[in-house]
């Protein structure tokens, strides 16, 4: 049976700027790439459905601003997420060490539940590469989180990424997730019948027998 | 159920009316009707369910005009109702909207009509100012509305009662509230229903509804959408032909299988995908009848797997057995794997409509994408029986039932299935023709004019069984009733009239029937088997995987642009040389690129209680843009006495970051920072009298230090601030005798330049006209962060202000600077007030001007509390006063 279950789960990503958060959510939810960097100033986010396990996941994914000085104002978005990207680049060793810090305000704004991934961007950028695969793996084992290197670019390990950590939310919230079904079939159903009582007791109530049923 | 019909009556016809938007909560009902340019909401009442005209009477009518606004409360949650408040004039109207679809028409049509009519249709009126929209054409329905009106006598008059609206909304009255808009193309002279709707459907807010009710999966559009793609693109991932499903059905009539089932099960070339094998009357002993146990399972279960074709091997599924009726369910081995769901049910419809000796038995089951139903049943026998035996069809239909792995999910019915194979001895008759004729026409093999007769056919052709079912043309011999052991009819005493008893019919889609036959070899039984092979279009799961993914992206591809957007013109602004009270500002503007309209809102940060800071302001901090509009908001910074102090001394910087959030959309940050040139507005007597230097001389980082007490010029402070003397000494020099001296303002540009005088250099004489430099002095008076007299010594000024020594006291312990400031500015006042005959001046005057600047109460003020501050200032004001009351 085709389940018609909807189930919404919020998505973050963070990480320095530049680093191609925005780049990532395009890739995956438009296939596209835009190579000339536009920061972003806000928080943008986009919709994107996935089937996992027979189940219809739809996620939104936030993307926010990575400069310092709007972060203040970010971290506010972090209670509203179920999972989180936390998102270096391979040639900046520099987006590299502040994961930690990211990991950190991550800890203190967001849910206990969060289910986080480490993502190193821009692996197809080999020579400029600063941050080796293997310290990537050191820190996200360090973290117990998951880890990928992508490449919006030469979509690398892009849908891998965003389907892995919708997968840990799913298996996260597994037991709130009967909660958040919701049956097509039993909504349509459940109206029919209100809709039939509604006019039943329309009916009682008036002389008017031709009625406008 | 529409109540809109019952509204258009009362319409009058020439008006072009259209209905956009309808909407049922507690009666409410909204609608939009259009005439011409003019725009109005008409608010109806009824006293139940509007079928007529007579049932509903108007209300009160709103035009759209410029004093109207309208304002949508936030969803508390996705389906919950909408809150909406409109205003006109004095008046506020606040009601619910039951949330969907509807209300989003309703909504999205009215802010169409509001901005239409404050952003476009205002140059239109404005071209000629003569024209302004006098809704002349409501004067009917006022009349009118008097014929009609139940509940109420007299219509009330334009704009008025809406309060009154609100009043009787509490008491549960119900009232139609309706709305004209200004669509042009509309107004050409739609008559019927289909050309409105046509135009409704056409106008331009329908992606904006489309994109909201996508979002909401309550109303499962989505699901319909893909499914309804699916479907659309159904020939790019199946496949005809290519699963083979075997259905044989036998009535074996108690015997045991005594010879090879191979010509029935295995007379087609290839191997079957799937077999479906039912028996009835597999057991005609009492003990299968009551126990339901019978050694002729086994029996016949290992003569059919023997009996399978030898080409291929088979895992069996499933076997199900109810008295005689038997089915079982083989598949090949290969397939196995995409077999889930498998369900067994059976239903008895023989003696009490209970019993097992007929009935039915059902194997349901989940194959690539089909959900499947093979059922074998036995119905009713008898010639004269044909009714019974859809009364059996229909009960088996009704009670079959399967349960769903997910127990709150209703049981699955057969008629749910993808695809239906019934097989089994339906015992439907060949009926109205003679035992001879039948006869005669099986050995001339005219099976096509014998099946007219057969009852099956014919109760098919009625509807009154087998709806939806499809059977095969039949091309063989009635299977029924023979002698056992040989193809001769029955010559019992009975003499039976043959029958196409055993048959097979399906339901579904993209089924192709191969074979349809029966099986005179076989001859244990007074039936002979009958076979069909189905083959079915089978889904591609690869590509039937891809169609999805593709419609799939390409609905979150339409969700996704259907996001608000907007484009701004800039996301950083500075303002350059901030000053007191010197007003900056900068045009920020929003185009939205979107696809739909949007509504933008400049958002609370999280810890702070307004959308920004409070030097600055955005100028509208809400709205509402039109696809493809644009709207200019102004972002003002103003520095006054409130904000000044911290920005003097460094403590605050000219730095906010905006959030501007657009309603279900994104979020924006817009930054603006400035550089504040400090000044001596706003900053403390006591830091000014520490500085001898101008402010703007001053090193940076000094007032902070000083603001902070490390200050080294501390032994030596100025007596009073020069600023303060500046100003006073400029007025005792050239406005003693000045008319109307400090109740005549001043000149901003004159306000400018002084305050750039007193932050900048000490020249002789202050630039400005004198009633300007007055004004100066009473704006650094009120600027100061601590008033002449601190805040911690109004209460008892307050207290002994009937006590002029008292006063004199209270003074005389204030703060050096402070009490230095208080002698010098009442002694100057006191100067003044020996020109009373030029500078027209009183002490009265003068105490009431100084006392609200010199005395401030942290909090508001009282008028008691103000009495007795001019009192307290009085008698330094006059002496004479002060010396008689000390004398008394």
Known sequence: ?213 | MDQSAAISKTLENEENCTIVSFILVFLFVFRLVTSQVEVKIFIYKNRRMAITAEDVSLEDIIPISFDFAVAEGELLSCGSDITVRMSYQQEELNFKLPFGSHSRLFLSELNRAWSGKSYNNIKKVCKSPAVVPNFEWINKYQKNSKSLGVGKQVPAPLGTPLNKLSQQRKTGLFFIPEMTTCVHQFSQGITSREDRDELVRSSSHTPSNKAQILAMPQFGLRDNLIRCELLKNEEQYTYLEDFSFFLGTYNVNGQTPKESLRPWLSCTLNPPDVYCVGFQELDLSKEAFFFNDTPKEPEWTKAVSEALHPDATYALVKLVRLVGIMLILYVKKEHAEFISDVEAESVGTGIMGRMGNKGAVAIRFHFHNSNICVVNSHLAAHIEEYERRNQDFKDICARMEFHQLDNSRPPFTIIKHDVVFWIGDLNYRISNLDVKDVKELISKKDFEALHNYDQLKRQIDEEAVFVGFVEGEINFQPTYKYDTGSDTWDTSEKCRVPAWCDRILWKGKNITQQHYQSHMALKISDHKPVSSLLVTGRINSETYKKTFEEIVRNIDKLENECIPSVTLSKQEFHFKDVKYMQHQAETLTLYNDGQVPCQFEFIQKPNESTYCKSWLTANPHKGFIAQGGSVDIELEVFVNHMTAPNLNSGKEQIEDILVLHLERGKDYFISVSGNYLPSCYGTSLRLLCLMREPIHDMPPGTIETLTNGNDMNAENPLAIPKELWMMVDHLFRHAIKQEDIFQQPGLRSDFAEIRDCLDTGMPDSLPGSNHSVAEALLLFLDALPEPVVPYSFYQQCLDCCSNASHCEKVISMLPQCHQNVFNYLTAFLRELLKHTANNRLDVNILSTIFASLILKPPTKQDFAEKRKTQEFFYYFLNPESSTAQTSV
């Not at chain 1, 089937?51 to 709007?70: F, P, S």
């Not at chain 1, 159903?189 to 509604?198: D, F, I, S, Y």
């Open chain 1, 1 to 213: 049976m085709a389940k018609q279950y909807d189930v919404l789960f919020r998505l973050l990503l963070l990480g320095d700027s530049g680093v191609g958060k925005t780049c990532l959510l395009c890739r995956f939810t438009d296939n596209e790439f835009h190579p000339s960097h536009i920061s972003t100033i806000g928080v943008d986010f986009k919709m994107k459905t996935l089937l996992i396990d027979g189940i219809k996941v739809r996620i939104q994914i936030w993307d926010t601003a990575g400069q310092e000085r709007y972060q203040t104002i970010t971290k506010q978005y972090y209670r509203r997420a179920q999972g989180i990207f936390l998102v270096y680049d391979i040639t900046s060793e520099r987006s590299f060490q502040h994961i930690m810090k990211w990991a950190s305000d991550v800890d203190e704004y967001a849910p206990e539940k969060v289910q986080k991934i480490l993502v190193g961007n821009k692996s197809d950028e080999v020579e400029k590469r600063q941050v080796a695969t293997a310290q990537g793996i050191k820190l996200a084992t360090a973290y117990g989180m998951d880890f990928f290197e992508t490449s919006a670019f030469t979509n690398h390990n892009i849908t891998e990424t965003f389907t892995r950590l919708a997968e840990q939310v799913l298996a996260a919230n597994k037991r709130d997730l009967d909660l958040l079904r919701i049956s097509i079939n039993d909504e349509i159903n459940l109206a029919a019948l209100e809709e039939e009582e509604g006019l039943r007791e329309c009916a009682g109530g008036d002389q008017d027998k031709s009625c406008w049923c």
